[in-house]
């Protein structure tokens, strides 16, 4: 073991200069001279004494050839991490001499270490105490974790990456077995080009409660380890494989970095401070790609796309889509989480999931957990991406011999996993001893990683292995995989437009009506807009795929039409779509050309079901289209109409205007809502709900109109308000924006959809004279009307209205024509 990490960090360091040892000062590394001081130093005072100690021996320390002006030895202060300033720790003629050759570090290293071998003897028999091999143990390790330290200096530094090829045979764990090296066939030598990560979501189930923590009987544990206790655990689902690239590229293209609403306080802060400072916000190494973004047939190209990487001393080269996305900050991979609707595993479920096989007897289920994702046997390269053998990150479809009994592929190496855990001890917690500072001096403030990296010595990786980094760290080989809790379904919502903050426009109102009635029946709802998801193909399927959702519900057949279509290119792999047909669909979209109507016809087949606001929209469609029968339950097209409230109280008014000029208007509706003079007539437009620009143009030009002595009153109102309405629109509640109506001369339509065909039609059934725009749906809600007229109120009595360039359907208006 001690020449098994010898070699290991010969082929980390040995091509280095003695000024690259040096190094330049650069915050989350250390300088590599230093490090083999520290080192040296671990292996003299707590290695070596303590084992000379243990056997009765006299100790073998090493005097380190640095001394102060009184002669003392000061290796103490340059290397102990907890005495040596970190500034100092970069001054060469502190800790290395002015002799830029002299190499006393790396001469103290291997004079420590050889006093530490020297001690183990020349008999081969012998069997070792457990202190005596716990301290050898633990100063192997140490340098094991100074080894993968050294490798993601010289990424961070940008030197040229270490050559770290697997030897014939080499140790891989702490309690002696060892593995040859095998072939690795080329299994991972080929850098896929696929976009989408296929392998999706699988569910952990290991009752109430997990173990977690080591139990006394474990080989080999840290101290941050023990002791097992149990945690609260409930059903929950895990992704099957890390993020990729493919999948973060499409969380930067979107805007991951600008929309505050998925960052954390603290993450936040670290966003507005990079983007002070200039940086780049996508994961570090990242660099923009000079390529097109739109390839040749017109289509959007992935995201991963349009982007680089430069690792180490490398030029920059295209993104492998299907490597694991690295370099990224615990804030990054938790913001990431937050935009698919899903969240960090804890470190007890990713725990369950890597280590955890369960068994059913006589309905009593039992839980076992391994030591590694696969099993008892020591980790190879078959199965993990360790040691730096294979020289970076692989796919992660790749070594599905490693798999754990859930399904989770590559828990053990090729990235570090974040988990959602704070590092704090667990109960029972006790120092490591002789080397105190291994955790306690972390606790509370970082985040806890599992799994180690494709740099992480195969000896101290293990599934049960805690270690820990700062959040806002992202130089280290650090990656994620998303968790989803619970067995509840879920259901992805996509809205036409940006949702913005106190906005309340009609779209929004209907999904937080849709998101309602799911949440009602145990359905979660995941809200976005078309504007953050992708728009490729690829990456739009790569997404939802990932947010494991059960249903789609787009509101728009051309507005959110792109997930429409990609659910048709994708269908093996997406759920079904639900369409909710916006006003414009039928009025204005799908009627501007032959291939828009054909484009609608073939949308409204993808979906599995398709919902309309008003019987007029679906007969105002291109014919065919909406096949709709209102007594048949199994329709493909439902009808959830608007809802439509007129009060008792409001027809006897109303009929009472109609009977007698003089009206008298309810003291609610009086001040603001209309002039002091009943004599002018009250113009009502429903707002609220419709553009600020329809409701200044009305104002301005009844402004203008008034100031010729023809007087009129607009009131403008509805349901909603947000700050763009608050000096024009008043916000009333439903029963008096109904009274409103009644009290209204004339009620005005601005929209070019039927986001207002339910205020219309209760306009119409009152009395009220409405003016509208001339569209398909308008035309078919008057017809609908006329029949619930004639009905009601017989035949006409009069035929035909003309008035300046208006048109006034007939039978509606028969109601007013005595008026």
Same mark, same amino acid.
């Given at each position: 073991m001690y020449a098994d990490v010898r070699e290991r960090r010969r082929r980390a360091m040995e091509d280095l200069t003695p000024l690259q040892r040096r190094a330049r000062a650069s915050g989350g590394v250390n300088p590599f001279d230093w490090s083999d001081g520290h080192v040296g130093h671990f292996y003299e005072f707590m290695v070596a004494e303590n084992a000379a100690s243990e056997r009765g021996a006299k100790s073998r320390a090493m005097v380190f050839e640095r001394q102060d002006e009184s002669g003392q030895n000061v290796v103490e202060e340059l290397f102990d991490s907890f005495r040596a300033d970190y500034a100092d720790r970069w001054r060469a003629e502190v800790v290395c001499g002015i002799d830029a050759s002299a190499g006393a570090c790396e001469r103290y290293r291997d004079a420590a270490a050889e006093a530490c071998e020297a001690l183990l003897g020349d008999d081969d028999a012998r069997e070792m105490g457990a202190c005596e091999t716990y301290l050898h143990t633990y100063g192997i390790v140490h340098e094991h974790w100074h080894v993968e330290d050294y490798v993601q200096a010289?990424?961070?530094?940008?030197?040229?990456?270490?050559?770290? $090829?697997?030897?014939?045979?080499?140790?891989?764990? +702490? @309690?002696?077995?060892?593995?040859?090296?095998?072939?690795?066939?080329?299994e991972c030598s080929a850098c896929s080009t696929q976009v989408i990560t296929l392998q999706g979501y699988v569910d952990v189930d290991v009752g109430t409660t997990y173990s977690l923590g080591a139990e006394r009987e474990d080989k080999w544990v840290f101290d941050a380890e023990r002791w097992a206790h149990d945690v609260p655990m409930t059903k929950f689902k895990i992704a099957k494989t890390c993020c990729t690239n493919a999948q973060f590229a499409?969380?930067? $293209?979107?805007?991951?970095?600008?929309?505050?609403? +998925? @960052?954390?306080?603290?993450?936040w802060r670290w966003v507005e401070k990079r983007r002070a400072a200039g940086e780049l916000l996508a994961p570090l190494g990242w660099k923009v790609s000079p390529c097109v973004k739109f390839l040749s047939n017109g289509e959007e190209a992935p995201a991963c796309e349009s982007w680089r990487c430069a690792y180490f001393d490398e030029a920059p080269r295209a993104l492998h889509p299907q490597h694991p996305v690295c370099h990224v900050s615990w804030y990054e991979a938790e913001a990431y989480c937050n935009w698919i609707g899903a969240r960090l595993p804890t470190e007890a479920e990713w725990e369950a999931a890597a280590r955890t096989t369960t068994s059913w007897s006589t309905d009593k289920q039992t839980t076992k957990r391994r030591t590694y994702p696969w099993g008892e046997e020591s980790p190879s390269e078959d199965k993990a991406n360790l040691g730096g053998h294979f020289g970076g990150t692989i796919d992660v479809s790749a070594l599905g011999a490693g798999d754990s009994a859930h399904g989770c592929r590559q828990m053990l190496g090729n990235v570090w996993e974040w988990t959602a855990s704070a590092f704090l001890p667990f109960p029972g917690f006790q120092m490591d001893y002789p080397y105190r500072e291994n955790s306690c001096p972390w606790f509370g403030y970082r985040k806890v990683v599992k799994g180690g990296c494709w740099a992480t010595s195969a000896p101290i990786a293990r599934a049960a292995y805690r270690h820990s980094f700062w959040p806002h760290m992202h130089n280290t080989f650090s990656g994620f995989r998303a968790a989803i809790g619970g067995s509840q379904k879920r259901a992805l919502c996509i809205l036409p437009q940006k949702i913005q903050s106190g906005a309340k426009c009609g779209n929004v109102v209907t999904m937080e009506r849709i998101s309602s009635h799911l949440e009602k029946n145990h359905i979660m709802s995941i809200t976005r807009s078309i504007f953050d998801l992708p728009q490729s193909k690829e990456d739009l399927a790569n997404i939802i795929h990932a947010m494991n959702v059960d249903l789609i519900i787009v509101l728009h057949a051309f507005k959110c039409g792109a997930v429409i279509d990609t659910v048709q290119a994708y269908k093996d792999m997406l759920p079904p779509i639900v369409l909710v047909l916006g006003g414009t669909d039928v009025n204005v979209d799908s009627r501007k050309s032959a291939l828009a109507e054909e484009q609608f016809r073939r949308r409204v087949d993808v979906a599995t079901k398709v919902v309309s606001f008003s019987l007029s929209m679906i007969e105002a469609a291109p014919k065919?289209?909406?096949?709709?029968?209102?007594?048949?339950?199994?329709?493909?097209?439902?009808?959830?109409?608007?809802?439509?409230?007129?009060p008792s109280t409001l027809k006897a008014s109303k009929r009472k205007r109609l009977a007698d000029e003089t009206v008298e208007t309810p003291g609610e509706l009086q001040g603001t809502s209309r002039p002091a003079d009943l004599s002018i007539p009250i113009m009502f437009l429903p707002a609220g709900l419709r553009p600020v620009k329809d409701v200044c143009f009305i104002n301005d030009a009844l402004t203008a109109y008034n100031s010729n002595g023809i007087k009129a009153h607009l009131t403008v109102c509805g349901p909603f308000l947000d700050s763009a309405y608050a000096k024009r629109v008043r916000c009333v509640d439903r029963a008096t924006l109904v009274r409103f109506i009644g009290e209204a001369k004339v009620l005005l339509n601005t929209s070019v959809s039927e986001g207002q065909s339910g205020t219309i039609a209760e306009a119409m059934m009152v009395g009220t004279l409405v003016f509208a725009r001339d569209i398909p749906g308008n035309r078919q809600l008057f017809e609908l009307c006329e029949a619930r007229a004639l009905a009601a109120l017989g035949p006409a009595t009069i035929k035909e209205m003309k008035g300046d360039g208006w048109e006034v359907h007939p039978r509606v208006a028969c109601a007013l024509s005595k008026h």
């Open positions: 010289r990424n961070t530094l940008g030197y040229s990456k270490p050559k770290m $090829e697997a030897p014939k045979r080499y140790p891989a764990n +702490l @309690w002696g077995d060892s593995v040859l090296a095998r072939s690795r066939n080329g499409c969380f930067v $293209e979107t805007g991951g970095y600008a929309d505050r609403s +998925l @960052w954390s306080h603290e993450g065919g289209a909406l096949k709709f029968i209102e007594s048949d339950s199994t329709s493909k097209t439902k009808l959830i109409p608007q809802g439509v409230m007129l």
